[in-house]
């Protein structure tokens, strides 16, 4: 058997990228925003007078834990399944919400310092993947190695969105860059729509544009969240958190039984 005719028989275990990916995505990680919310602010009430101790910590270590769940499930899986997958991308945004507030507010080294720490951890990330595996093309996410991968670094890449989507919001009396929640969503949706461009009109790497676009998927959802659930003083439209999340997690699950979900093809079997 010749390596194209190998190839044929190797599916990738994530989705092909189309629009409907794009469009859960964006969803995924407003969940994100407003499911960790609801049990660091809302539940264990970190923003309220009286706080359980460790608030962010707790919320961390809950979405962490699912995550790890997750992730095992998904790497021992033999083909690609889409409510697990969703369900992992889930976590991960959800997780990386809580982690950032961690990182932002308890550890107390703000945007700037969160926002670069992240921002080296996905970089370094994807550098080790590149060197171990020789791509970081999601395409080729067949083994255990690539998946492995590919989950740290979204992991990162989830934390470090939500870090940005907060600084670009926040005021500038507090660190940050002062537009707002709605602000913050249109730069955001606006660097997306660039992006867009660029990989339809250009021919610059379809691997970077692809990483550039997940990243910033995230700040995009986490400025939306925000501005559903943050109070009216603050510019937000203070819907109930819980609420919020369950009517994202239906129009989650509806997408993804409407929308057509396969695997993304090998760059051999492209070939073949």
Request: net charge neutral; proline share 5%; glycine share 12%.
């Amino acid at each position: 058997m010749n390596r194209i005719d190998g190839a044929r028989d190797v599916l990738s275990k994530v989705p092909a990228i189309t629009l409907g990916f794009w469009i859960i995505k964006i969803l995924a990680t407003t969940l994100g925003e407003t499911a960790g919310d609801t049990v660091t602010m809302s539940w264990l009430g970190e923003t309220t007078d009286h706080p359980v101790p460790n608030g962010y910590l707790i919320g961390t270590a809950i979405f962490g834990v699912l995550l790890l769940v997750l992730v095992w499930a998904q790497v021992r899986a033999k083909r690609f399944n889409p409510w697990l997958y969703w369900a992992t991308i889930v976590a991960s945004t959800t997780c990386g919400t809580t982690l950032a507030d961690f990182a932002d507010r308890s550890l107390g080294i703000g945007y700037p310092g969160g926002s670069l720490l992240l921002l080296a951890c996905v970089l370094l990330s994807l550098l080790a993947w590149y060197r171990t595996l020789g791509s970081v093309d999601v395409d080729r996410i067949a083994g255990p190695r690539e998946e492995t991968f590919y989950w740290i670094t979204i992991t990162f890449s989830q934390t470090l969105g939500t870090a940005l989507g907060d600084w670009s919001a926040d005021p500038v009396s507090d660190g940050g860059w002062g537009l707002g929640y709605g602000g913050g969503a249109l730069v955001f949706g606006a660097t997306l729509a660039v992006l867009a461009v660029l990989y339809f009109r250009t021919k610059l790497s379809r691997v970077g544009l692809f990483w550039a676009a997940f990243i910033l998927t995230r700040p995009l959802g986490a400025t939306v969240g925000d501005f559903l659930d943050k109070p009216l003083s603050k510019g937000g439209l203070e819907l109930s958190r819980p609420i919020a999340s369950l009517v994202l997690g239906v129009a989650i699950i509806a997408l993804i039984l409407i929308l057509p979900q396969r695997p993304g093809q090998h760059p051999g079997q492209r070939a073949a």
